[in-house]
């Protein structure tokens, strides 16, 4: 309860009266984000919105309390990718996926402490990378708020809805973005192009 109650006040510290996100309501609920399955298509189409060509994207993971939706995510954007970060508490859990990326694909996905992370300022040259994907909760802060041109997506902070029909609204700093979506049935996380070309044809 006391530790409940110490997440509570670093919230309200952090937000000014009456400017609380609805999301405090649920401090204790975990989020989850059904759509992590669609990342690839999901970027896709917002990196062709920004006009930026996959091949220039640079994503930085932000790891959160549980590594698994980052390890998918990462495995989902790896390939065609020229780089990759992970800020991470537990880098030991992102070696074998490093490793097979590194075998696969040619890319060594750079893999640092969310320590130095704080330490830095995220729109800084000094952090490259274009597109920041943020999977931690509400229950854990970065230091820095400003991520100066580079496109900032909250994966749990800020819920992922529906849009009508297949659409999904996408969240993207205090914006949202309408993108396509595919039925559940369809969802299938492959790795390579082999595996797409076959599920495509199936």
């Given at each position: 309860?006391?530790?409940?109650?110490?997440k509570?006040f670093?919230i309200?510290?952090?937000?000014?009266k009456?400017?609380?996100?609805?999301?405090?309501?649920?401090?204790k609920q975990?989020?989850n984000n059904?759509f992590?399955?669609?990342?690839?298509?999901?970027?896709?189409?917002?990196?062709?919105?920004?006009?930026?060509?996959?091949?220039y994207?640079?994503?930085i993971?932000?790891?959160?309390?549980?590594s698994k939706?980052v390890l998918?995510?990462?495995?989902?954007?790896?390939?065609?990718l020229?780089?990759?970060?992970i800020?991470t508490?537990?880098?030991?859990?992102f070696?074998?996926?490093?490793?097979?990326m590194?075998?696969?694909?040619?890319?060594?996905p750079?893999?640092?402490s969310k320590?130095s992370l704080?330490?830095?300022d995220?729109s800084?040259?000094?952090v490259?990378?274009?597109?920041?994907?943020?999977?931690?909760?509400?229950?854990?802060?970065?230091?820095?708020?400003?991520?100066?041109?580079k496109?900032?997506?909250p994966?749990?902070?800020?819920?992922?809805?529906?849009a009508?029909?297949?659409?999904?609204?996408?969240?993207?700093?205090?914006?949202?973005?309408?993108?396509k979506?595919?039925?559940?049935?369809e969802?299938?996380?492959f790795?390579d192009k082999?595996?797409?070309?076959?599920?495509?044809?199936?």
């Amino acid at each position: 309860m006391i530790k409940y109650v110490k997440k509570l006040f670093q919230i309200i510290r952090i937000y000014p009266k009456n400017e609380y996100p609805a999301q405090i309501s649920s401090v204790k609920q975990r989020h989850n984000n059904p759509f992590l399955p669609q990342i690839r298509e999901i970027m896709e189409q917002i990196l062709n919105l920004r006009n930026i060509p996959y091949e220039y994207f640079i994503p930085i993971l932000i790891d959160g309390t549980d590594s698994k939706p980052v390890l998918l995510t990462a495995e989902l954007l790896g390939r065609d990718l020229n780089r990759i970060l992970i800020f991470t508490d537990r880098p030991e859990y992102f070696e074998e996926y490093a490793e097979n990326m590194y075998k696969e694909q040619g890319l060594i996905p750079e893999i640092f402490s969310k320590d130095s992370l704080k330490k830095t300022d995220l729109s800084s040259e000094q952090v490259c990378g274009n597109v920041i994907l943020d999977f931690e909760e509400w229950e854990e802060f970065l230091d820095t708020p400003d991520y100066g041109k580079k496109i900032y997506i909250p994966v749990f902070k800020k819920h992922w809805e529906s849009a009508g029909n297949l659409d999904i609204a996408v969240p993207i700093g205090y914006n949202t973005v309408i993108v396509k979506g595919r039925r559940p049935d369809e969802i299938r996380p492959f790795f390579d192009k082999f595996e797409q070309a076959f599920y495509k044809n199936e």
